[in-house]
């Protein structure tokens, strides 16, 4: 090894545990919202659009402030993260039992993934029709179309995990004198964790893109339906309003499961 290849490792892991930091990685990331949030007050406050295509920072924070004092916003925030969380939960829970049996036997794929990759493709606008005469306009639709948007990234991503888990592991594992149950658990299972957990986060965004889709049902409460509401009465800040609402929760939440994942891959990985 060179003088300057010895001399160049340390300084890269320097810099790599520099960016490690929990309070640089925050930093990090809130340069470029910062950054948008600085050109978009610089563009409004300019003149360089008009309101009603681009409304200022302060015309959306006016909006949120009004429609708290409303006792609006509140409510709204709470009833579409429940209504995310009980989706996720039914669909990530259906996606993980049959992504494992899919990913565990031949059988179950040959007879299961043809079908699941056909409906995977439907898009989430298509089932709300099926749903509302299935269903009604009542809760239950609005939560078995965000639990089916959270089921396909699970399925699909824990059953190829399974079906590629690595041969010599698996023989290893046997040799031992592991079968079924404890193979899985021993082997099987901490070899797909960290696809697991990536395919829950996946899926828990799916939810927040299915939710707007799942207010269309005749809702008259939620982020979906304001952003739904104020655009037919042209509301442009309100608009705006609901999209940072649901931008900044979609990551609150994706933040939490996040450390979920380390809990998980320290656990099991």
């Known amino acids: ?7 160049a490792a340390p300084q890269g892991t320097r810099s790599g545990g520099r960016l490690n ?3 640089v990685r925050a930093a990090g990331g ?4 910062a950054a948008i949030l600085a050109v978009w007050h610089w563009v409004s ?3 360089l659009m008009p309101v009603s295509v681009l409304p200022s920072p302060t015309m959306v924070w006016l909006a949120a402030v009004d429609l708290a004092e409303r006792g609006l916003y509140g409510p709204y925030i ?5 209504r995310v969380l009980v989706g996720f939960a039914f669909g990530a829970a259906i996606g993980l039992a049959l992504g494992a049996i899919v990913g565990l036997s031949r059988l179950a794929n ?5 079908t699941f990759g056909g409906i995977r493709a439907v898009p989430s606008l298509a089932w709300v029709p099926l749903l509302i005469l299935w269903f009604g306009i009542g809760e239950e639709s609005k939560i078995i179309l965000i639990a089916i948007g959270a089921f396909f990234p699970v399925y699909t991503i824990v059953g190829s995990a ?6 010599h592991l698996l023989e290893a594992g046997r040799a031992f004198g592991l079968r079924g149950v404890k193979l899985f ?32 049902i005749a809702s008259s409460m939620g982020l979906g339906f304001l952003l739904l509401d104020s655009g037919q009465n042209g509301r442009i800040d309100r608009i705006f309003l609901a999209i940072i609402s649901l931008a900044l929760l979609g990551k609150l939440t994706d933040s939490i499961l996040s450390l979920f994942e380390r809990w998980a891959i320290r656990k099991w990985a």
């Open 110 to 114: 040959v007879l299961l993934a043809p």
């Open 185 to 216: 658990a021993t082997v099987q299972l901490p070899a797909v964790v960290p696809s697991t957990v990536s395919a829950l986060r996946l899926a828990l965004a799916q939810s927040w893109l299915f939710l707007v889709a799942a207010e269309l």
């Open 21 to 23: 930091r929990r309070w």
């Open 78 to 82: 709470a009833i579409s993260t429940q």
């Open 45 to 47: 406050s300019a003149g």
């Open 30 to 33: 809130a340069l470029l919202p």
């Open 162 to 167: 399974l079906r590629h888990v690595d041969a």
């Open 1 to 7: 090894m060179t003088d300057t290849a010895v001399a």
